[in-house]
């Protein structure tokens, strides 16, 4: 059986897993560019969405995926506090000094107290993070497009592809829909397999990203030139 749909893979290696004899087994095929690319799961590579979360932020090297990830467990969770909007000012342009939506829904600059409060609480889980050097790093383009060649994940490829297009991106485009659909979370199953471990986004997707930051390293080049 062929599916695009999750369900019937947990049914199989996890939730019915016993009724089946022989054992069934299940694997994620990728079309990489015209190869086709099998990775065997197991009930064990069935993990819920926190935990996935938790252990690349634990696992993940860099501080901008270890933010990636917590970025997302803060919206997994429904936790849109002081630490969300802390957090979602380090994906958008324009932000040195990080801001806030007003109960009017108006855009404010975050105060001190605000940033020192939201930054107490995401140093229990990123102990090292501190807004103004993340956020000067990622208004460094030479250093996030290195980044986005290092990293090995498609999804942390697109996420990083997509701080760099922000407010760039055509809008209504089929690619900013994906994109954005993979930036939250309201598309997820409760259940999934974990992007680190699996090549979840698209090669046409990543061969359109791999295409668009070909083109801003030449235009870093004719910069320096």
């Given at each position: 059986m062929l599916t695009h749909d999750f369900e019937p893979i947990i049914d199989i290696?996890?939730?019915?897993?016993?009724?089946?004899?022989?054992?069934?087994?299940a694997y994620f095929i990728s079309n990489i560019n015209g190869t086709l690319d099998e990775h065997v799961i197991t009930n064990t590579d069935v993990k819920s969405c926190v935990s996935v979360c938790e252990s690349n932020i634990?696992?993940?090297?860099?501080?901008?995926h270890k933010l990636i990830y917590y970025r997302r467990l803060v919206e997994i969770n429904d936790q849109k506090d002081i630490v969300w909007d802390l957090l979602s000012n380090v994906f958008h342009k324009d932000r040195d000094i990080p801001q806030i939506k007003d109960e009017d829904g108006?855009?404010?600059?975050?105060?001190?107290?605000?940033?020192?409060?939201a930054t107490s609480i995401i140093q229990q889980k990123i102990d090292d993070f501190d807004y103004s050097t993340v956020y000067a790093r990622t208004k460094n383009i030479s250093d996030m497009v290195a980044l986005y060649r290092n990293s090995a994940s498609g999804y942390e490829k697109v996420q990083i592809y997509r701080m760099l297009k922000?407010?760039?991106?055509e809008r209504g485009s089929a690619m900013k829909k994906y994109v954005d659909e993979t930036f939250h979370v309201q598309n997820d199953y409760l259940f999934q397999l974990n992007p680190r471990q699996y090549k979840i986004v698209p090669?046409?997707?990543?061969?359109?990203?791999?295409?668009?930051?070909?083109?801003?390293?030449?235009?870093l080049v004719q910069t320096v030139g």
């Open positions: 290696v996890c939730t019915l897993r016993d009724i089946f004899s022989p054992s069934a087994k634990a696992d993940s090297a860099d501080i901008i108006s855009l404010r600059d975050m105060t001190p107290d605000e940033i020192e409060l922000d407010g760039d991106m090669q046409y997707v990543l061969n359109y990203c791999d295409n668009e930051i070909c083109t801003i390293e030449e235009s």
